[in-house]
């Protein structure tokens, strides 16, 4: 506790001394979680750090509506949520507010999580492991024009990283279309290549990520955030 209460302290005293664009008073934020005890302790803990504008929601359309007439200068998103997939809530704050500082906090550690994060560019991650400092470290960050991505997050993304560079372009694009169950005609008029031209790429992939069948592909390839779990369909 008087760890946490030191580590808390020095991140107030770096926020006033080197970054006093912002005063934590009058920072608005939103958090959207589906898990009320989350809600309420991440608020309490918010407010206690001089942040007094911070409002909770459980859905993702009160939120929206809320942005209508009152856009917050942070939002800090759950993953998943009732009524609305967090990438389309990201896409829908964006279009409400273009510019909007989103963090992700998540319990979600999975490959495929990570890199559905990366291609959002959202502003933070920090995954609901992490010790509560870590979202005011986060919240400080963010609001001064930085990223916060926890250690975590930043180790897998490098991962990622890596693993995409074993695959070309069009060996992803043909891997996501497995993943949908499509068939190799199918693949070629949608990727307008020939047939011959998608066969080789399968071979090439299964190779690349040393893969002996379909099911073992698409099982290694959710382990390597090359695709959402969620966009396999059930007949790969």
């Known amino acids: ?40 302790g991440f608020r309490s803990y918010i407010v206690k750090s001089g942040i007094t504008h911070v409002e909770a929601f459980s859905k993702a359309q009160p939120l929206l509506d809320r942005i ?8 800090i998103v759950d993953v998943e949520l ?29 490959m495929w999580m990570v890199s559905k994060m990366t291609e959002k560019k959202v502003d933070g991650v920090m995954y609901k492991s992490a010790q509560l400092d870590q979202l005011l470290e986060a919240i400080i960050a963010v609001i001064n024009g930085r990223q916060f991505f926890c250690t975590k997050f930043k180790k897998a993304r490098n991962k990622i990283q890596a693993h995409n560079s074993l695959l ?48 073992e592909l698409i099982i290694k390839a959710i382990a390597a955030g090359y695709i959402d779990p969620k966009s396999v369909s059930d007949e790969t």
């Open 168 to 215: 070309t372009r069009r060996e992803q694009e043909v891997l996501m279309q497995i993943a949908k169950g499509l068939s190799t005609k199918e693949m070629s008029n949608t990727l307008f290549i020939s047939e011959n031209t998608i066969e080789t790429h399968r071979q090439n992939i299964l190779s690349k990520l040393k893969a002996h069948n379909m099911a």
């Open 1 to 40: 506790m008087d760890k946490q209460r030191g580590t808390h302290a020095f991140l107030m005293l770096v926020y006033m001394t080197d970054y006093g664009n912002y005063q934590l008073e009058n920072v608005s934020i939103a958090i959207i979680d589906d898990h009320e005890v989350v809600l309420e």
């Open 82 to 110: 009732p009524d609305m997939d967090a990438c389309e809530l990201i896409d829908a704050i964006r279009d409400l507010q273009p510019g909007a500082k989103i963090i992700i906090n998540t319990m979600h550690e999975e």
């Open 68 to 75: 209508h007439s009152h856009p917050f200068d942070i939002y």
